[in-house]
């Protein structure tokens, strides 16, 4: 499963570039619309590990016990799917000759959870870091929670001036609203399977 795990993702971000690439060719708009869908495959992965153990303690299955144990993998997958949209940006920054700024300090330091967070992913790593093991993954997890949740938000609440008219008029605010409405449901599991252990009497 792992391999074919990473071989999806990556086949879609390669196809999502060619795609945009084909179709817009290799300019600012066909690179920052590489960056949105190849950002919104990344997420995707993300939930999966963000949500895998709440809903296995809201609902205990052997599909939940599976989540549990293949969010390794997924987490892996989500870095990989998040590099190829880091590949996306370095080309969107070369097209317009711009470098990075200090506004965009928070998701560099996101990318350096990802990275740190996917190179601890091993057994090695959880037995020599310990608990801190435990305190980097959670931090890192919550950090890139918050920077997709905010971005969502802040595309939906907020101004379009830098999303291409392309995506405009395919429906990016109706997009936008289901990315933003997956991140809320996401966090209410998480809260709803935080509450239930804490409540649940011990035996």
Known sequence: MPLLLYGTVAAIGLALGLWQYSANGWTEEGTQLFTRYTARVSFLMFLLVFVAR???????????????????????????????????????????????EASDAVPAFGYLMVGLMAITSNNWSVRTLGRGWKVLHKFGLYVIF???????????????????EAAVAMGAKAIYAGLFALAVIALGLRVAAFFKTRLTPRR
């Open 54 to 100: 709440p809903v296995f303690v809201l609902w205990p299955s052997p599909t939940t016990v599976a989540m549990v144990r293949q969010r390794r993998h997924f987490g892996l997958a989500f870095g990989l799917a998040h590099g190829i949209h880091l590949l996306g940006i370095i080309s969107y920054l070369w097209i317009i000759g711009s470098v990075l």
């Open 146 to 164: 918050a920077i997709f949740f905010l971005a969502y938000a802040g595309r939906l609440f907020g101004a379009y001036d830098d999303v291409p």
